[in-house]
């Protein structure tokens, strides 16, 4: 196939950025959409110019570190599906495939289509966790979990933290990811004595961190990757609003 | 060089406990005036910084990702081992450490080993209680599945996602203490040296991957935590940026490498479709628990599979070892692929291939059953090949997984460089040479949870002499080296790209040194690597400055690493004339093409010891001991 990239390319956080076109001809429908970019990439080097930055790292859908808006949609149309998986023969031949970065006030661009995405990082220190030092631990199987409790658990836990929530998100609301925790640990037995505390602590760090609220729009959960449901997004107030009446008393 | 393995005496349950019982203690007062420095945030180092910073320790942690949790354990699929014994059949401790030390092929140390089949079971406890949620059964008990390898089921898992969950447990752990001011993280920074003042290990040099700042970091003891090497393979299933080069640099500072030359090849990923391709994806080896693999029994069948009548396929691994059939360890599969592949009866594009079927099994258990298990992986597959596994058998092939090797340590994981310890895949130590499935997240979670906690207060509580700073003399040198190596890759301004040479170096190292290597093929490796290498030094292609995010620049430092690496893996598996695990010489093969030991010349590890560029490096030994269970000829059938 023979496509048109338009890329936005942008030397570093000050740096105003732009779109650049490039030409890639003869791209293979079984080429990842990043074995693609390896292409144009090796193409510019051999010309002498500087190649394209982008994040990525375990290219098999799991690590969350890739994450492209493509032609304006998070990740690419495919659903469920991450940069690093999505595949060439999604597309036609004669393609004009427009590539830019997450774009999010909490996500400064750092090159290119990187980000930086450390608020993340920042919100599950505040209180996305268990406090489980280790050694106390009581054997596995003195804490039974109903299959059904372990299976949602498991399909909040399954967040990559990629962050396309956020760039699908008109509001740039991290409303998805932090509910994801909030859900996974709030189905376990073990993740009920912080219950209350920790979707507080949670919710506050994001707020500090300049994302948008959320307003019911749902391009989150059409953008993530790992088909999290905006569900949890209820579940997360619930908690949220006891947790703030039970604290006023 | 010299390799004290430090082992405990006495009854091997025993060992761990005594041990324990010996070794000295950092009052808890005193634990925050000791600054540790852990590189890695995989299993093994975010179980380690989250532990250390818990005891009150002050500890550094870096990665090169932008958030810890993105560390390659991420990727791990199938689960893992642990001897509890929930599903009554028959395991215990000694099992679990007597199918590691066979599974290994006899080249691993016994008293580690035990250690690890002993604290397997505290790992899952500690897990739950982080909130991992694995999978359960009805009445809210935890599941397990079988691995290769034996013949229990003692594999804990979280759907086909065990890796992410056990590294989220422990990431959410890390960043508790990183919120309590106890860990301070650096992510988006590469280690690129190791410091070395008076014999011991005080620090390393990074690079800043978004400003280009080199930096010291001083500390009291250091951990290398940073993964496998496999991608001196190029095209293995580690992440792109796994890289050994910390690792690598610690050898030339004078850490002993145990076994460079035992890799493991991983029998069941989906094959490569064409130049293009940038990694090899796993399909774990759970499938193998309700999928069948066979070839046909034809040469040259061209007929899908569908057409294929029964009769007319060859059920290989079930034919050849009817006890453990599809479950047969690793190395025995792949290189039984290897065979059926040579001998021209592979499946698709370029006979590369061999079918993994789930017809049988999902007529037994329904078609939801088999997407309750294995869902996340069918879907992976059906993304990256168009086909649908439900219908059509899968095609896989092996490919480059994990290394066993790394840097040497000793019971305490301890290199041969005083405060240098090394935990997870980075190290040599419990896998032989050949690794079971659901060992690698059991191991590197025993290292950082309950084994270093333990040996880092030994070291620490003996550790005198003053204090030092990053002015110190020996920080100023390795800043300027580090200084000037970038500034060389970018001098270099040559015609061909840091890529094309990995995939040079990748070729070389499949082809002679992959599932089966010979004498003659690794001298071939031997004479090519170094000519690849010179010509990376001039002729190599590094566009842009030292001083902003550079993804060309971190990957020529990596590459430069790879092309001497790759040459110490040839090297030692030349040495080693023999054939075990993983490292299969063809000139050591049973009559039925079984790996063929040499106890009497090789029952040893390895240990690599740098002696200056361009100087042959010198081979130590350390002997294993058997003790506990007997040599013999591995036997799967
Ligand atoms: C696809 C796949 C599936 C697997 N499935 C299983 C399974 O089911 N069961 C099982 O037991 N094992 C499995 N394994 C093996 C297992 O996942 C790994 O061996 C294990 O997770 C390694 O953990 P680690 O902590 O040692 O290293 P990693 O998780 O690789 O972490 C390395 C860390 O070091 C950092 N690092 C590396 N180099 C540098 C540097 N120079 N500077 C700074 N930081 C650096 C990285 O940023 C990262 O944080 C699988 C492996 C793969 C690839
Ligand atoms: S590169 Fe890891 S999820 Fe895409």
Redesign the pocket.
């Known amino acids: 196939m023979n496509l048109t990239l338009r890329v936005w390319r942008q030397k570093n956080r000050n740096d105003a950025g732009r779109f650049v076109t490039y030409e890639a001809p003869g791209i293979s429908p079984d080429m990842s959409f990043l074995e693609m970019l390896d292409i144009v990439n090796e193409r510019l080097i051999e010309k002498g110019e500087e190649p394209i930055a982008f994040d990525h790292d375990c290219r098999?859908g799991i690590c969350g570190m890739c994450g492209l808006v493509i032609n304006g949609v998070a990740h690419g149309q495919r659903r469920a599906t991450t940069t690093c998986q999505l595949h060439m023969r999604s597309f036609s031949d004669g393609n004009t495939i427009v590539i830019e970065p997450w774009r999010a006030t909490a996500f400064p661009i750092i090159k290119d289509l990187v980000v930086d995405r450390s608020a993340f990082d920042r919100i599950v220190s505040a209180g996305g966790f268990i406090s489980a030092p280790t050694g106390s631990a009581v054997d596995g199987n003195a804490i039974l979990v109903p299959k059904d409790d372990a299976e949602m658990a498991m399909d909040a836990a399954a967040c990559i933290g990629c962050a396309a929530c956020v760039a699908a998100c008109p509001n740039a609301s991290a409303m998805l990811f932090v509910s994801a925790k909030v859900s996974h640990l709030g189905h376990l037995p073990q993740g009920q004595p912080e219950r209350y505390d920790r979707v507080q602590k949670m919710i506050a760090q994001m707020d500090a961190e300049g994302f948008g609220a959320c307003t019911n729009i749902g391009e989150c959960e059409a953008a993530c990757p790992k088909e999290i449901k905006l569900l949890n997004i209820g579940r997360m107030n619930r908690d949220f609003i006891r947790a703030s009446t039970a604290a006023k008393g | 060089m010299e390799l004290k393995s430090k082992c405990p005496t006495g009854p091997i349950e025993q060992q761990w406990q005594k041990h324990k019982a010996e070794m000295k203690l950092v009052n808890p007062a005193n634990k925050r005036k000791y600054h540790i420095i852990i590189?890695?945030?995989?299993?093994?180092?975010g179980s380690a910084a989250a532990t250390l910073g818990e005891l009150g320790y002050n500890v550094s942690c870096?990665?090169?990702?932008d958030s810890?949790r993105r560390?390659?354990?991420i990727?791990?699929?199938?689960?893992?081992n642990a001897s509890k014994n929930y599903q009554n059949d028959g395991d215990s401790t000694y099992r679990l450490f007597y199918d590691t030390v066979k599974g290994g092929d006899f080249r691993a140390r016994e008293s580690n080993v035990y250690r690890l089949a002993e604290v397997s079971t505290n790992i899952i406890d500690q897990c739950v209680a982080q909130g991992v949620p694995f999978a359960r059964e009805y009445g809210g008990t935890l599941s397990n599945r079988s691995f290769g390898g034996a013949q229990v089921s003692r594999t804990f898992y979280a759907r086909g996602q065990?890796?992410q969950q056990l590294l989220l447990g422990a990431y959410q752990a890390l960043q508790r203490q990183v919120g309590l001011g106890q860990v301070k993280m650096y992510p988006r920074?590469?280690?690129?040296d190791l410091v070395v003042v008076d014999g011991r290990a005080r620090g390393i040099i990074t690079r800043d991957m978004v400003t280009g700042k080199i930096e010291s970091h001083v500390g009291d003891a250091v951990i290398l935590?940073?993964?496998?090497y496999g991608n001196v393979f190029y095209l293995s299933?580690?992440a792109k940026g796994?890289?050994a080069?910390?690792i690598w640099r610690a050898y030339r500072k004078g850490a002993g490498f145990a076994n460079p030359c035992y890799t493991q090849i991983h029998p069941t990923c989906i094959p490569v479709s064409g130049d293009h391709q940038s990694k090899l994806t796993?399909m774990?080896e759970s499938l193998r628990n309700d999928g069948r693999i066979w070839v046909p029994k034809k040469k040259g069948d061209t007929r899908k599979p569908d057409q294929i009548p029964e009769d007319e396929r060859d059920y290989y691994l079930e034919r050849k070892y009817p006890s453990y059939g599809n479950l047969a360890p690793r190395d025995i599969s792949s290189r039984a692929a290897k065979q059926a592949c040579d001998d021209g009866r592979g499946v698709g594009p370029g006979g590369l291939g061999v079918y993994l079927d789930f017809a049988d099994s999902i007529k037994r258990l329904g078609k939801k059953v088999i997407e309750e298990r294995y869902g996340n992986l069918f879907e992976m597959y059906e993304r990256i090949t168009d086909e649908d596994p439900y219908k059509v058998p899968m095609r896989i092939y092996p490919a480059i997984?994990?290394t066993m090797g790394g840097l040497w340590v000793d019971y305490n994981l301890m290199s041969t460089i005083p405060g240098l310890h090394v935990?997870?895949?980075?190290n040599f130590s419990d896998h032989g040479a050949n690794r079971l499935?659901?060992?690698?997240?059991?191991q590197?979670l025993a290292d950082g949870y309950f084994v270093i906690p333990y040996t880092i207060a030994d070291y620490l509580a003996q550790l005198k002499g003053p204090k030092i700073d990053t002015s110190h003399a020996e920080f100023k040198k390795a800043e300027a080296e580090a200084n000037e190596r970038i500034k060389r890759l970018l001098s270099i301004k040559g015609k061909r790209t840091v890529d094309s040479f990995h995939k040079q170096l990748g070729k070389v190292m499949w082809d002679k040194c992959g599932m089966a290597r010979t004498d003659a093929g690794l001298r071939e490796a031997l004479a090519l690597i170094p000519q690849i290498r010179e010509e990376f030094w001039k002729n190599v292609t590094v566009l842009g400055s030292g001083d902003e995010l550079n993804q060309s620049l971190e990957k020529a430092g990596r590459v430069a690493d790879f092309l001497e690496l790759g040459e110490l893996l040839c090297r030692d598996a030349l040495e080693r004339d023999e054939s075990c695990g993983g490292h299969f010489r063809e000139e050591h093969q049973t009559e039925d093409g079984e790996a063929l030991r040499n106890d009497e010349k090789f029952c040893h590890a390895a240990v690599w010891e740098f002696q200056g560029d361009g100087k042959p490096p010198k081979r130590n030994v350390e002997p294993l001991e058997f003790e506990f269970v007997h040599l013999q000829q591995r036997s799967y059938k």
Request: charged letters at 5%; a negative charge; glycine letters at 20%.
């Open positions: 098999e | 590189v890695g945030s995989g299993l093994a180092g870096f990665c090169y990702q810890a560390a390659h354990s990727a791990a699929q199938g689960g893992i065990t890796g920074s590469e280690m690129i935590a940073t993964g496998g299933t580690n796994c890289n080069t910390a796993l774990s997984h994990y935990l997870g895949e980075a499935g659901a060992s690698a997240l059991m590197g």
